[in-house]
């Protein structure tokens, strides 16, 4: 309580929450890359190496590449994230750090693997076989999956914590399999994992589908846009079946994070459904109301009991419902956008053997990438800002978590400016990379292919 205290009067409170929301918001976008982007690069390179392909093995040098340094740059912000924990928020990992620890390690065994098989993937172009450079790319993608899982196991225990004994305000022991296979992770694992595959199959789709509208209409721009968009696109639909599992177990685990979510402010039965709309003092403006829909959508049935926010204090409610309800119907909104994205294409594929010509298609496909973004950060404003007051759910306020020193808007200034100049510095990057690819580098032999005339060669050693 003392703790509670100290964080609301020195009002490091909120700042410590923007400063951990700025550097989450940012990373989660470099561990979805982490996550997927290697297997879009193995799957290129599959194709090439199974159908003596070389736009793409071409694809998957290149991409590889690219990969390289989106996992150097989340490493850094990363490891900002992990000092933060201790320095942000000392009443959790006080209190916790012993249940969190396990997943943690394991996260850290996860992200060696994969940083030491990039390196070897990296070098490993034209010096060793193809098929043994291929499965040398595989510990990278199973290991930015598992990672992942780790973090995620994290995540979800805050919202369902259990697999602890606790005595005297004390842990006492720990379940380590229960921690972090906890009730939430059950959904919260597949519906993150798969996000990132939907994130990073988007954007590089999204990147030659402008390239297309652009008038680059050879075979290496569709290539590349196809080996991104057929997995994201095949996803969408088991996300969205995920997702529907996830808000359905959402309302038994944390029903007034539910309650916040779709409107609910008193617990009662034929609940609508609001699409839209910010409810301020008690009205709903602006939204559409759908007649027990809620109610079906919890229970297969209009007469499901849905409990509403009123079955807590006020103090115990989340603040600012409006944003947890429009990110979350931004969130269902976009993906359903995605989903009949892919059914254009697939009924297309299906009558004519071809993506559809029309312009209207690859604008959708040169902005999918950006839209699956913000869904992916609008689901997390929806378990974050949702689960608050609590930082461990029912267990520990945020604000007993909080740090009661000082300094922490001056950390949260720094961070937003260093991670500004960061990614502005990341796409600069790799905006020169896209510049020397466009400029020509056949001189550089496509793996496993044709190799370059002696000219070209020279004259790649000599770019090099």
């Not at 071409?58 to 992990?82: D, E, F």
């Not at 379940?175 to 994992?193: C, D, R």
């Not at 496909?365 to 950060?377: N, P, Q, R, W």
């Amino acid at each position: 309580m003392m703790l509670h205290l100290a964080a609301q009067v020195s009002g490091q409170v909120v700042p410590a929450r923007a400063q951990m929301a700025a550097t989450l918001g940012f990373h989660i976008i470099l561990a979805c890359l982490g996550i997927a982007f290697p297997t879009i690069v193995l799957l290129a390179e599959f194709i090439g190496l199974r159908r003596h392909d070389e736009t793409a093995l071409l694809l998957a040098r290149r991409w590889s590449q690219a990969m390289g340094v989106l996992i150097a740059v989340g490493a850094v912000t990363g490891t900002v994230l992990s000092f933060e924990l201790g320095l942000l928020w000392p009443g959790l990992m006080r209190q916790y750090g012993s249940v969190l620890g396990f997943p943690f390690a394991i996260e850290g065994l996860f992200f060696f693997l994969e940083a030491i098989f990039a390196g070897v993937y990296l070098w490993g172009w034209q010096r060793l076989p193809g098929w043994a450079h291929w499965w040398s790319g595989v510990p990278i993608a199973v290991s930015g999956i598992f990672g992942a899982m780790s973090v995620i196991a994290v995540n979800s225990w805050m919202n369902t914590p259990g697999g602890f004994t606790e005595s005297d305000g004390r842990i006492t022991s720990i379940s380590p399999w229960q921690v972090f296979f906890n009730h939430a992770a059950l959904y919260e694992m597949p519906h993150m994992v798969l996000a990132a595959y939907m994130v990073v199959g988007f954007l590089v789709a999204g990147v030659y589908a402008a390239g297309i509208l652009r008038g680059r209409r050879d075979r290496y721009h569709h290539a590349g846009f196809a080996i991104g968009f057929v997995p994201a696109a095949i996803l969408t639909p088991f996300q969205i079946f995920v997702g529907d599992t996830a808000a359905r177990s959402i309302a038994a685990d944390q029903p007034v994070k539910f309650a916040a979510m779709e409107y609910v402010a008193q617990t009662s039965r034929q609940v609508p459904e609001w699409i839209g709309g910010v409810y301020v003092n008690g009205n709903i403006y602006a939204g559409i109301k759908i007649p027990f829909l809620d109610s079906l959508l919890v229970g297969f049935g209009p007469g499901t009991r849905v409990i509403g926010w009123d079955s807590v204090a006020p103090a115990d409610r989340p603040p600012v419902v409006w944003l947890i309800h429009l990110a979350f119907d931004i969130m269902v909104g976009i993906g359903t956008l995605l989903l009949l994205y892919g059914l254009w294409a697939a009924y297309e594929w299906w009558r004519r053997r071809r993506l559809p010509p029309q312009r209207l298609f690859w604008w959708a496909g040169a902005v999918s990438g950006l839209a699956a973004i913000v869904a992916m950060e609008c689901g997390w404003i929806v378990t974050e800002v949702g689960r608050q007051p609590w930082v461990v759910y029912r267990l520990l306020p945020t604000a007993d978590a909080a740090t009661s020193n000082g300094g922490v808007l001056t950390s949260l200034t720094l961070v937003v400016v260093v991670y500004a100049v960061l990614g502005v510095a990341t796409i600069a990057i790799l905006r020169l990379l896209s510049r020397r690819w466009r400029r020509g580098d056949a001189v550089q032999a496509v793996p496993y292919g044709p190799s370059p005339a002696p000219q070209d060669a020279d004259a790649g050693k000599a770019e090099r």
